[in-house]
């Protein structure tokens, strides 16, 4: 993606053509539009204002996470993670009625903002991640579900100055797949992290040294994925998830790209392989595409 001076690529994902892009904000609030509504581009170019896709935004509001929905299943859950460690469960259905001006998403508390969301069923587990390497594990159960308007419950206890920066919701026999800010990266398997209760504050999943920096993303992996990893700088490369080393919980990772002085590793993106594709594509529309989303400053 082509960035200007001031601005940077802040997020990236996979979409259907038909899929709804649920776009979450600062204030709380969630608006909803058609993938097939945002223009096909070429790598290079800029892409449109997000403003001009959401017309309905505030004045001042700005977009703080956004996920690709197929269906709103009753039996599905969203899951929201805030920077202060605050999980919320709430139905999926309860989103099914998005109004072009949006609607509330999650009350968020004062200095508080929104990290991730994701979709949640029966049975998953919850993986938070902190900046400083720390992860806790526990039962999407112990989430009780709430509805759209509420502030939602402690998930994780940080030390001061950490803060989560990435949440996963798996299975036991899942891999995590954790990428820091300096390139570097690891797969470890889920059931190595202890469970824990909600509002613990975890064990370690990835040593944070100078080195690697700290941790951009934890998200569930399977051998025949590949992963899309964006930087700062609006780079991008592929890799092949079955490339990236399992390894113990308390490591550094190993070297997954190399980046440019004053680059970093922003954005990391889930390309589902074939065992699971073949599933999906009974359901969906077979046309992926790449999202990307860049930040502009105030100026």
């Known amino acids: 993606m082509e960035t200007k001076e001031e601005e940077h690529v802040v997020d990236m994902f996979v979409t259907m053509t038909h899929n709804n892009i649920l776009f979450f904000t600062d204030r709380g609030r969630v608006y909803q539009l058609k993938a097939y509504r945002i223009p096909v581009a070429g790598r290079h170019s800029k892409g449109r204002p997000i403003v001009n896709l959401l017309p309905r935004l505030e004045e001042g509001e700005r977009l703080e996470d956004n996920i690709s929905i197929a269906s709103f299943d009753d039996d599905l859950d969203l899951v929201f993670a805030t920077r202060r460690g605050i ?17 509330i998403a999650i009350n968020l508390v004062d200095g508080d903002e929104l990290v991730e969301t994701r979709v949640a069923r029966q049975g998953s587990e919850i993986v938070l991640a902190s900046r400083s390497g720390q992860a806790a594990r526990f ?6 579900s709430v509805g759209r308007a509420s502030i939602g419950v402690k998930g994780m206890r ?15 026999e899942d891999k995590l797949l954790t990428i820091t800010e300096n390139g570097f990266g690891k797969t470890s398997l889920v ?23 700290g941790v951009v ?12 990893i964006t930087t700062v700088q609006g780079k991008v490369i592929r890799v092949a998830a079955q490339e990236i080393r399992t390894m113990g919980r308390s490591t550094q990772g190993v070297k997954i790209m190399d980046l440019a002085e004053g680059d970093r590793i ?18 969906e529309v ?14």
């Open 87 to 103: 999980v919320k469960r709430t139905p999926l259905s309860e989103y099914r009625n998005i109004r072009v001006n949006g609607i």
């Open 139 to 144: 039962d999407v159960a112990e989430v009780r």
């Open 158 to 172: 940080l030390d001061e100055g950490d803060k989560v920066v990435s949440m996963a919701v798996v299975m036991p």
């Open 191 to 213: 059931s190595d992290y202890r469970k824990t209760h909600r509002g613990g504050k975890g064990v370690i999943t990835i040593r944070t040294t100078e080195r690697n920096g």
């Open 217 to 228: 993303s934890a998200r569930t992996i399977s051998d025949d994925d590949q992963i899309l």
């Open 266 to 283: 922003t954005a990391v993106a889930r390309l589902v392989g074939a065992s699971e594709e073949d599933e999906i594509v009974r359901t």
């Open 286 to 299: 077979h046309e992926s595409e790449v999202v990307n989303f860049s930040e502009e400053s105030e100026e």
